[in-house]
């Protein structure tokens, strides 16, 4: 295997990220406040979500937080619990897909 040297003007290959081409994101309507986000949940454990600026005003939890600091940056949302609560519901009724409980996309490397 050769290893680069700092003065080697070659990057390095980089795979493209076709994560959510393969498994997109999904919509999800709040049962609280109807605010609807885009969510994968790639595992139990890990959810991620995309706040879109109308769904951040209809938030009823977002629009009660009061700033903490007049500093930018320090006015933390950690998120909603009614929303959470909802993707957890949508995930276990099946209407939000674990992507950790699906077959894998690619198949594994071959053993040489």
């Known amino acids: 295997m050769s290893e680069r040297t700092p003065t080697d003007p070659t990057p390095p ?3 493209e990220d076709v994560r959510l081409q ?18 994968r949940k ?6 991620s979500i995309q706040w879109s600026a109308p769904a951040l005003r209809r938030c009823h939890e977002r629009s ?3 700033p903490t600091s007049d500093r930018p940056n320090r006015q933390a949302f950690d998120g909603c619990s009614a929303l959470r609560d ?3 519901e949508a995930a276990a009724r099946g209407q939000l897909e674990v992507l ?3 077959a894998p996309t690619t198949p594994p490397a071959r053993p040489r």
């Open 86 to 88: 909802t993707v957890l």
């Open 100 to 102: 950790a409980d699906a």
């Open 42 to 47: 790639s595992s139990p454990e890990q959810t």
């Open 22 to 39: 393969d498994r997109p994101m999904r919509p999800v309507a709040c049962s609280a406040c109807g605010a609807e986000v885009a969510v």
């Open 64 to 66: 009660a937080l009061r």
């Open 13 to 15: 290959a980089l795979r």
